[in-house]
Every structure is written in structure tokens, then in C-alpha cells.
């Protein structure tokens, strides 16, 4: 395989872009929920912690909070957000915002990679051609912890209970009537609605239909990276090998951030 070396951007998720692909169908994907101002002020977040502190540490990177950025991007790598653990990958690799730990760094990204999404695959690959051997080493056995509890073994029946419960309190017993339901929505202005019909969409609330929207979004991502240096031959002994899997943990204590949620410009703020 040849190919230039890449250096990634430390903000991999502020220049992320995503190429969406539904498998199958040429249908475009759904809308991103975290771009509607309306979807986030209503209360969606509440039920999407993977969500809700992936764009909290997006907001902290940008402010230059890296150290509550990293943490905010391991509270969503928590509920199974594979953005946020390559942001953490990122992190660990250039030591912005915690200390620099390339060893770690490639645990974090395998797992980021765990689903197949190319982008994060493709730095992993990256990563690992640039450890020394005892690094890899490392690399492995760190990632077994790693997985066990960041691993989607465990992180998708956390994300998922999140979901039910979160619906359930929303919906109550007008559960199937989301179509009648109004949601009001206070405003600078005044007060806006939400139809129900897209806040209760299936595919934010239903956890097969939500991880089949994450992957629609994430499977095929243009991340930016800056290439440099001529192009290097990457022998085969070099790709990187899959950390083993391992029983996840599950009784472990869930993050915790208060009532803080990532600020809405034009939502909420005084004329």
C-alpha cells in the first residue's frame, strides 16, 4: 500500500464533515438533529448524552477549554459516540488537553474504528505505522480496558436505555399520537413550536434505528488533514491488528455534567 503520511487536524471533529450513505438506497439521510436549534432547546438532548456532550466538548475546544473538552468527549464515548472517542484518540496523540500518549492514543481509535467508519480506520492505520514496538505492545493491552468499558458491548445498551426512558417521560400515554402532539418552544422572541411528528421520529428514539442513522452519518466522514513528506511504502507486518475483544463492564458509574448544555446562539439570549 502506498500513500502519503498524513498529520490530522488535533480539532477532527470541528472539520469533520459528514458524506451521508444509506446502504442500499440513494435516499439521503436524515437531518442532523444537533444542527436544528429548535430539536436541542425543545429538550431532545436530554435523552442523547452521546450527543449532548459531544457538542459540549466541541464548545469547550472551541473556547480553548481543552482539558473539559477531553472530558466532555469521553462522557459521550461513554454512551457509544464514535466521533468523540477519535476526537479523544486525537487528543492523547498530539497531547492537546491532556498528556500526549501515543500508545493510548491508538486504543482510543481502534475504537473509534470499531464499526468500520473510514475515517477513523484510516487514522488508526496511521497511528499504528508510527508506534514503536513497544508502544504497540502497549497499544493492545491498554485497549482492552479500553473496550470494556467504552467498547459498544458496552456503551449501546447504555445509549439505548437512555433513549427508552427519555421517550417514555416525553411521550407518555400519547405514545403513537406524536403527530397531534405540539411542542412549545421558548425563543428570544417569544414562543415557537416543534410538530411531534420530527421530534418523536423514529430514528432518533428507536436504538436500532438511531445506531442505523449514526452509521449512515459516519461510515463514509471527510475529515480534514493536512498531507506532507513523499509517498512511503506501508508493508503488510504494518497494518494494524484489531485489539481483542473482552467482557464489557457495565456496572460502572455514569458521567456526570449537571444541568450544562451546549449553548444555542440566538436561543434563549437577552435583545
Known amino acids: 500500500m502506498i500513500r502519503k503520511t498524513p498529520i490530522a487536524l488535533a ?8 458524506a451521508p450513505v444509506v446502504a442500499g438506497n440513494n435516499a439521503a439521510a436524515p437531518a442532523d ?12 438532548l436530554n435523552g442523547h448524552p452521546d450527543l449532548r456532550f459531544r457538542l459540549l466538548g466541541l464548545e469547550k475546544h472551541k473556547a480553548g477549554d481543552r482539558e473539559k473538552a ?7 464515548s461513554f454512551y457509544g459516540d464514535k466521533p468523540s472517542q477519535g476526537m479523544v484518540a486525537e487528543m492523547l496523540w ?20 470499531e464499526r468500520g467508519y473510514e475515517g477513523f ?44 426512558r427519555e421517550r417514555r ?19 428570544a422572541s417569544g414562543t ?5 411528528t420530527k421530534f418523536y421520529d423514529d430514528r432518533y428514539w428507536d436504538p436500532a434505528k438511531y445506531q442505523a442513522w449514526q452509521d449512515s452519518v459516519w461510515m463514509k466522514p471527510r475529515i480534514a488533514t493536512v498531507n506532507v513528506g513523499s509517498a512511503q511504502q506501508i508493508p503488510a507486518d504494518a497494518q494494524p491488528p484489531r485489539i481483542p475483544a473482552v467482557a464489557p463492564l457495565q456496572d460502572v458509574s455514569e458521567p456526570d ?6 449553548r444555542i446562539e440566538g436561543i434563549g439570549d437577552k435583545p
Open 11 to 18: 480539532a477532527l471533529l470541528v472539520f469533520a464533515t459528514a
Open 33 to 44: 438533529p444537533t444542527e436544528d436549534q429548535l430539536m436541542i432547546t425543545a429538550g431532545f
Open 70 to 76: 477531553f472530558q466532555y468527549f469521553q462522557y459521550a
Open 94 to 113: 498530539t497531547g492537546v488537553g491532556t498528556a500526549e500518549d501515543r500508545a493510548l492514543a491508538y486504543a482510543w481509535m481502534d475504537l473509534a474504528a
Open 121 to 164: 480506520a484510516g487514522l488508526r492505520e496511521r497511528y499504528w505505522a508510527e508506534l514503536s514496538e513497544s508502544e504497540r505492545t502497549r497499544a493492545i493491552s491498554l485497549g482492552q480496558d479500553i473496550y470494556a468499558r467504552y467498547g459498544d458491548a458496552a456503551a449501546l445498551p447504555r445509549i439505548a436505555t437512555k433513549l427508552r
Open 169 to 187: 417521560a416525553l411521550t407518555g400515554s400519547r405514545t403513537g399520537f406524536a403527530g397531534n402532539v405540539k411542542i412549545i418552544v421558548p425563543t
Open 192 to 196: 415557537t413550536q416543534i410538530d411531534g
Open 257 to 262: 455534567a449537571g444541568n450544562e448544555m451546549p
